[in-house]
């Protein structure tokens, strides 16, 4: 089942929460000199118009990135990321996003290098021309769990893995558990990064009830709210479940994270800073 096209929600509140922290880790690990992997389980096409059919069709850009591209006053971590999106753009003009790939890509330093997975057949072409010119960007159409148990250990020993599927199958959070456990068997010092989206808690609460089945340690949570739980149709929240955080994720999160929901959804919005395993 390969419906699902991110063009549809691309630079909404899921992905300012996303990316926000994917550049925040690649930082970090940037820190050392030593070059790191960067795997993208679920790639999409790393670049999006903001004025294609897609995107105008839910405008859901115009309630994440929209809010805050022309804002004064943010966090330094949060205006690093805008300066990223305003780099693709060229100008002050809101017209194009980056996906994860993109994100990651223009931080990469010569001595990194990353592997991008995509399946869906009409993606996958897109993404190929977009990362062409990247020399330390491999770009494959495979599924990206199995890239855990082909990749893992990298030969730098240093890595990140973005695990971020559509979740269109409820299999779909059962899988990103046993893509962890696959994952940190090979590569415990690794970090994994997984988004998710808030549709039914329920859901939520039993992938991380598997997470915490695993017996893995140091899982930081971090959510992004813009209404209350609900049973009605659509996403309310989103989050990142990160394994092996850096040091100084959670305090640069607890500054961020009241900042977004403040401007993001200021009457209904929430936010949650929590480990599900502590170190």
């Known amino acids: 089942m390969l419906s699902y096209r991110h063009s549809f929600h691309a630079g909404n509140h899921a992905d300012v929460l996303k990316h926000i922290t994917l ?10 000199e030593k070059g790191f992997y960067y795997l993208d389980t ?16 839910t ?10 591209w022309a804002q004064k006053d943010m966090p330094e971590e949060v205006e690093r990321y805008i300066q990223l999106i305003r780099k ?24 990194d290098h990353a592997l991008l997975t995509e399946l869906h057949p009409t ?28 990749t893992l250990p990298p030969k730098e020993r240093r890595g990140l893995v973005l695990i971020d599927p559509p979740y269109e199958l409820k299999e779909d959070y059962e899988l990103v558990v046993e893509a962890i456990k696959e994952g940190y068997k090979r590569f415990a010092t690794g970090i994994y990064a997984i988004w998710y989206p808030v549709v039914l808690r329920q859901q939520i609460k039993r992938m991380i009830k598997g997470l915490e089945s695993t017996g893995i340690r140091k899982i930081l ?12 149709k659509g996403m309310t929240a989103s989050g990142m479940i990160v394994i092996n955080p850096p040091w100084q994720l959670e305090s640069q999160m607890k500054k961020i994270l ?12 929430s936010w949650t800073v929590n480990w599900i395993t502590p170190e």
């Open 59 to 68: 405008a859901e850009f115009k309630e994440g990135i929209g809010r805050l």
């Open 88 to 111: 693709l753009n060229g100008s002050q003009t809101l017209r194009y996003y980056a996906g994860s790939p993109l994100i990651a890509a223009t931080l990469l330093r010569q001595q």
């Open 258 to 269: 009241p900042y977004l929901t403040a401007l993001l959804a200021p009457e209904t919005g």
């Open 221 to 232: 949570q971090l959510e992004l709210a813009v209404r209350p739980d609900s049973d009605q």
């Open 123 to 150: 993606d996958f072409p897109l993404l190929r021309h977009n990362f062409s010119q990247f020399k330390n960007v491999t770009t494959k159409r495979d599924n990206g769990f199995q890239q855990l148990k082909a």
């Open 42 to 57: 679920h790639a999409g096409v790393g670049r999006y118009r903001l004025f294609s059919e897609e995107a105008e069709k």
């Open 23 to 32: 550049m925040l880790i690649i930082e970090s690990l940037q820190q050392k």
